[in-house]
């Protein structure tokens, strides 16, 4: 019994011992317990799954949901008040637009975690306003239409300075979307065009300053296309004379003129600032807007302005041309964005043929393009370019086009022979001939690069071909009256002696356009065989010009693989 003291003392000094092992086990287990579970371990083999949408989600959307439409109710209430005549009329137009700015500022200060609630309440605003100055403006006639643009500008501003320094805010997008459309709806019915024209040209300014920083490209495209949609209303309804339009206002030339030339000034300039200051590429959207509204000015000044003429039109093409030649040798050839060097290249070839049609009598035009491709093609063998060889061979065959040399030499060759031909026919004849001198060739040249050399290559046979058979005509005249025999002898003479020579040419200076305009002069004189000389001809000179085609036949082969050996033992 004197041990029982000593004994329970032991006891209780292990039963303290188990219990502290028993909770440090339970203490080392509990963690790996927390971070071992199988669920943690697949996640971090598989990674984070799909955030499938939570029932506090679904809650929260269905309360925003509710919130726009308690807002919406609290518009139709303001709607009754006003149709009762139990207040002001104006008094609630003020409360309804401070209860829309209402909803745009909680727009702003929505949570940003979530892009519903901002969209929403934007939304909300947009609903409010929209319908109520419509109803203020054309039924209740308590605003006049300069007032409803006054109110959407305000709605407007206020929605641009909550949302200036956000990045990209879906309630901006959303009211400025909403606004336009309403701007461009009023102009319509209001029939106040130049005030909601202005509110849409200001707006389009603000986005083209916010893109300037990512994001915001739908709500730029929708604002740009409405005020390019306003831009062809006021065209289409100023061009009719004012005793059809007696409910619009008159506008002067320069009221008519200034909208335009702001919409084309602030397009021109952020495309210019994006391009040549931030280096940034050009887009397909900002490409086709900019040619869209350069028509929409040119169609105003055509239109709307007495006297704007089309040869005005015409150098300020050629202005605008130079200018997008020197921005695109200047500053995006060398750059590592290409499609800008590309785009403004083509838009300067463009705005040069205009320009020279449009300011030029049509001879000199011809002129100055034939001389203009020479120029093209000097320059680009210089700077090894091949864009402005292109160019180039585009002017040549508008040239060629205009001054009819395709028509000459077909009807020279095979049809009803042309009386003379104009000087400009011969001039196009020898600068095609110089621009395809001028061109360097290289083997195992790509097949766009091969199709450059032959297109003036072939305006310049065709040309040569014609020329000739037409002074050969002209010397045959003088002596006896050619008959038709004795056009189609000579047409046949001549192509296959043309033929022979481009084939043998092509060998010795290894141009191959050459061998390929000879294969093609080959068929052209059988083609011409059946639908000219057996039908026309006399017996013995069909004869003839079976034998000369014949020979033609087996020598242009000939030549041609004599060149292929050459080249091939050297």
Same mark, same amino acid.
């Given at each position: 019994?004197?041990?029982?003291?000593?004994?329970?003392?032991?006891?209780?000094?292990?039963?303290?011992?188990?219990?502290?092992?028993?909770?440090?086990?339970?203490?080392?287990? %509990?963690?790996?317990?927390?971070?071992?579970?199988?669920?943690?371990?697949?996640?971090?083999? @598989?990674?984070?799954?799909?955030?499938?949408?939570?029932?506090?989600?679904?809650?929260?959307?269905?309360?925003?949901?509710?919130?726009?439409?308690?807002?919406?109710?609290?518009?139709?209430?303001?709607?009754?008040? *006003?149709?009762?005549?139990?207040?002001?009329?104006?008094?609630?137009?003020?409360?309804?637009?401070?209860?829309?700015?209402?909803? @745009?500022?909680?727009?702003?200060?929505?949570?940003?975690?979530?892009?519903?609630?901002?969209?929403?309440?934007?939304?909300?605003? /947009?609903?409010?306003?929209?319908?109520?100055?419509?109803?203020? =403006?054309? !039924? #209740?006639?308590?605003?006049?239409?300069?007032?409803?643009?006054?109110?959407? *500008?305000?709605?407007?501003?206020?929605?641009?300075?909550?949302?200036?320094?956000?990045?990209?805010?879906?309630?901006?997008? +959303?009211?400025?979307?909403?606004?336009?459309?309403?701007?461009?709806?009023?102009?319509?019915?209001?029939?106040?065009?130049?005030?909601?024209?202005? @509110?849409?040209?200001?707006?389009?300014?603000?986005?083209?300053?916010?893109?300037?920083?990512?994001?915001?490209?739908?709500? !730029?495209?929708?604002?740009? *296309?409405?005020?390019?949609?306003?831009?062809?209303?006021?065209?289409?309804?100023?061009?009719?004379?004012?005793?059809?339009?007696?409910?619009?206002?008159?506008?002067?030339?320069?009221?008519?003129?200034?909208?335009?030339?702001?919409?084309?000034?602030?397009?021109?300039?952020?495309?210019?600032?994006? =391009?040549?200051?931030?280096?940034?590429?050009?887009?397909?959207?900002?490409?086709?807007?900019?040619?869209?509204?350069?028509?929409?000015?040119?169609?105003?000044?055509?239109?709307?302005?007495?006297?704007?003429?089309?040869?005005?039109?015409?150098?300020?093409?050629? @202005?605008?041309?130079? %200018?997008?030649?020197?921005?695109?040798?200047?500053?995006?050839?060398?750059?590592?964005?290409?499609?800008?060097?590309?785009? #403004? /290249?083509?838009?300067?070839?463009?705005?040069?043929?205009?320009?020279?049609?449009?300011?030029?009598?049509?001879?000199?035009?011809?002129?100055?393009? *034939?001389?203009?491709?020479?120029?093209?093609?000097?320059?680009?063998?210089?700077?090894?370019?091949?864009?402005?060889?292109?160019?180039?061979?585009?002017?040549?065959?508008?040239?060629?086009?205009?001054?009819?040399?395709?028509?000459?030499?077909?009807?020279?060759?095979?049809?009803?022979?042309?009386? =003379?031909?104009?000087?400009? +026919?011969?001039?196009?004849?020898?600068?095609?001939?110089?621009?395809?001198?001028?061109?360097?060739?290289?083997?195992?040249?790509?097949?766009?690069?091969?199709?450059?050399?032959?297109?003036?290559?072939?305006?310049?046979?065709?040309?040569?071909?014609?020329?000739?058979?037409?002074?050969?005509?002209?010397?045959?005249?003088?002596?006896?009256?050619?008959?038709? #025999?004795?056009?189609?002898?000579?047409? =046949?003479?001549?192509?296959?002696?043309?033929?022979?020579?481009?084939?043998?040419?092509?060998?010795?200076?290894?141009?191959?356009?050459?061998?390929?305009?000879?294969?093609?002069?080959?068929?052209?004189?059988?083609?011409?065989?059946?639908?000219?000389?057996?039908?026309?001809?006399?017996?013995?000179?069909? /004869?003839?010009?079976?034998?000369?085609?014949?020979?033609?036949?087996?020598?242009?082969? !000939?030549?041609?693989?004599?060149?292929?050996?050459?080249?091939?033992?050297?």
């Amino acid at each position: 019994m004197n041990d029982l003291p000593e004994t329970l003392e032991q006891l209780s000094a292990r039963v303290d011992a188990l219990e502290r092992r028993v909770r440090d086990l339970e203490q080392g287990s %509990a963690a790996p317990a927390r971070f071992e579970t199988p669920a943690s371990t697949a996640a971090a083999v @598989l990674g984070p799954g799909p955030e499938l949408p939570s029932g506090e989600q679904v809650t929260g959307a269905f309360l925003l949901l509710g919130k726009s439409m308690l807002g919406i109710a609290g518009a139709y209430l303001l709607r009754a008040l *006003a149709e009762s005549g139990v207040l002001p009329r104006l008094l609630i137009a003020a409360v309804a637009i401070a209860y829309a700015i209402a909803w @745009l500022v909680a727009a702003s200060r929505a949570p940003s975690r979530t892009r519903l609630a901002p969209a929403l309440y934007a939304a909300t605003s /947009a609903l409010i306003l929209a319908p109520m100055l419509w109803e203020l =403006t054309m !039924r #209740f006639h308590v605003l006049a239409p300069i007032a409803s643009a006054a109110v959407l *500008a305000l709605f407007v501003a206020a929605t641009t300075v909550l949302g200036w320094k956000k990045e990209s805010a879906p309630d901006f997008v +959303v009211a400025y979307g909403a606004a336009a459309l309403t701007a461009l709806v009023l102009s319509i019915v209001t029939h106040e065009m130049i005030a909601f024209f202005a @509110l849409l040209l200001a707006m389009l300014a603000v986005c083209e300053y916010k893109f300037l920083r990512p994001g915001l490209q739908g709500v !730029r495209m929708l604002v740009a *296309a409405t005020a390019d949609c306003a831009a062809w209303f006021l065209i289409v309804i100023y061009r009719n004379p004012a005793s059809s339009r007696t409910d619009y206002p008159a506008l002067g030339p320069a009221a008519l003129a200034i909208p335009a030339t702001l919409l084309l000034a602030i397009t021109a300039t952020g495309i210019g600032f994006k =391009t040549a200051a931030l280096k940034r590429r050009i887009s397909v959207f900002e490409t086709t807007q900019c040619v869209v509204v350069f028509l929409l000015w040119v169609l105003t000044g055509l239109f709307l302005l007495p006297h704007f003429s089309a040869r005005v039109v015409g150098v300020i093409c050629l @202005l605008f041309a130079a %200018a997008c030649y020197g921005a695109a040798y200047g500053l995006f050839r060398h750059s590592a964005e290409l499609r800008n060097f590309h785009v #403004f /290249a083509l838009w300067s070839a463009a705005l040069c043929a205009t320009g020279l049609f449009l300011s030029l009598p049509p001879s000199w035009a011809i002129a100055c393009l *034939a001389l203009s491709s020479i120029a093209s093609a000097g320059i680009a063998v210089r700077i090894c370019c091949s864009t402005l060889e292109c160019h180039g061979i585009v002017y040549l065959g508008l040239a060629a086009i205009a001054c009819g040399l395709l028509e000459y030499s077909f009807r020279a060759l095979a049809g009803a022979m042309p009386a =003379t031909a104009a000087w400009t +026919v011969f001039l196009v004849a020898g600068c095609a001939l110089v621009c395809y001198v001028a061109a360097r060739e290289h083997e195992d040249e790509r097949w766009q690069l091969q199709v450059l050399h032959l297109a003036p290559a072939l305006l310049a046979v065709c040309a040569v071909a014609a020329l000739t058979v037409h002074g050969a005509l002209w010397l045959l005249a003088i002596r006896v009256t050619p008959g038709v #025999f004795h056009i189609a002898f000579i047409r =046949t003479l001549i192509l296959c002696a043309l033929a022979l020579a481009l084939a043998f040419t092509g060998a010795r200076w290894h141009r191959a356009e050459l061998t390929r305009i000879a294969y093609a002069a080959v068929a052209f004189v059988a083609a011409k065989l059946v639908f000219e000389d057996l039908r026309h001809g006399h017996m013995g000179f069909i /004869a003839a010009s079976i034998f000369l085609f014949a020979l033609t036949l087996i020598a242009v082969p !000939r030549l041609a693989r004599a060149g292929d050996r050459g080249q091939t033992t050297n």
